[in-house]
């Protein structure tokens, strides 16, 4: 599957943003799918998932409360929407596709990747 996220910007702090995923190729509806963050020399961390059905979400103790991930399989997308931003959700998020049905939080069960689309909040 080939992943395009988009929809990055700069915001102030305790502002909101939406990110979106928008997928080809593989059968998308059948693909649990994931946000991954990256902020300069760090790690890159999970973020969030949704199961292929969309009726499962888990996320990161650092954003739960504040994101929101979403699906439309009809329309191939995945959707981040993140609220009351702080500086340090500064990064360049990916979204990406696990494979062979993995449901986890673990960025090497995500074997496709988006190019990233960086976010960038002010104080």
């Known amino acids: 599957v080939q992943l395009q996220a988009s929809g990055g910007g700069l915001v102030q702090a305790g502002g909101y943003l939406r990110l979106s995923c928008s997928a080809s190729?593989?059968?998308?509806?059948?693909?649990?799918m994931g946000w991954f963050r990256q902020a300069p020399e760090k790690e890159r961390e999970f973020v969030a998932y949704i199961n292929w059905r969309g009726d499962r979400t888990s996320y990161a103790d650092s954003v739960k409360g504040r994101f929101t991930i979403s699906r439309d399989n009809a329309m191939n997308m995945v959707y981040l929407q993140m609220s009351s931003l702080k500086p340090e959700d500064t990064a360049v998020y990916y979204c990406?596709?696990?494979?062979?049905?993995?449901?986890?939080?673990?960025?090497?069960?995500?074997?496709?990747w988006g190019q990233g689309t960086q976010l960038t909040v002010s104080s």
């Open positions: 190729g593989r059968v998308f509806s059948t693909i649990n």
């Open positions: 990406a596709a696990s494979r062979d049905g993995l449901l986890t939080t673990q960025r090497a069960d995500f074997g496709s």
